[in-house]
């Protein structure tokens, strides 16, 4: 069983624009929802992360939105720059070890 | 500071050989965790260990293997290698184990079986 579904698989974007990438999880237990950004041949970096306490959370262009209801959450990149181009994944965490998302390329077009 | 170290950054083996790859945590970081990435995929857990014992372990055959030395270093395992093995190695490493804590990742090991 899956226990993050994440969305879209890939991702083609205007510079400027909006690059939205959603996940579901299934298990409440989870506590701790990172987003993690990789580039070829790299490790993934941690980008942001929330806990369920509360609904958003924003660091400069990059804002977590969290559905605990809807058992959701999303990574909103606003303004888009080519240099985003790279994979995001989502995870879950908690007193589990952490699963990660399957993973969404993101491309931006300058 | 120096970030999560890994060793070698490329290996090639051939199937049955076995393999070692090691990982130095960030400083003060005590926890460290093991994934494999296949292209295209997310990481999936391996191990994770805290203070030198082992925490959690994922769903993997016998033949993988790790430990954490006194100055929290660590090694994995591979034995009896697969083609099936062949991925990118992570290592991270957090200040706590559990999967509530920012984990940092290396740049990872590329694994070759041919």
């Known amino acids: 069983q899956q226990q993050v579904k994440q969305s879209p698989q890939s991702l083609i974007v205007q510079k400027g624009g909006i690059s939205i990438i959603n996940c579901a999880y299934e298990?409440?237990?989870?506590?701790?929802f990172p987003w993690y950004q990789q580039f070829p041949g790299k490790g993934p970096a941690l980008l942001i992360a929330i806990r369920p306490d509360v609904s958003e959370k924003k660091e400069g262009r990059f804002t977590i939105s969290f559905n605990k209801s809807a058992k959701q959450f999303s990574l909103h990149i606003m303004d888009s720059q080519p240099g985003d181009s790279a994979t995001y994944f989502c995870a879950v965490g908690g007193s589990y070890i952490p699963t990660f998302g399957r993973g969404t390329s993101l491309i931006v077009h300058p | 500071d120096a970030g999560v170290t890994q060793s070698p950054t490329h290996l090639i083996k051939t199937r049955g050989q076995q393999v070692t790859l090691r990982c130095s945590p960030i400083s003060g970081h005590k926890s460290v965790s093991w994934y494999q990435q296949v292209l295209g995929q997310g990481p999936q857990f391996i191990f994770q260990?805290?203070?030198?014992?082992?925490?959690g372990r994922g769903n993997f055959p016998d033949r993988f293997s790790a430990r954490q030395f006194p100055n929290y270093s660590s090694e994995l395992n591979v034995n009896a290698l697969l083609l099936g093995d062949s991925a990118l190695y992570l290592c991270?490493?957090?200040?706590?184990?559990?999967?509530?804590?920012?984990?940092?990742f290396g740049p990872g090991t590329r694994l070759t079986v041919t």
């Open positions: 260990y805290y203070e030198k014992e082992e925490r």
């Open positions: 991270a490493s957090s200040l706590q184990p559990s999967g509530r804590y920012e984990q940092y």
């Open positions: 298990n409440t237990a989870f506590d701790y």
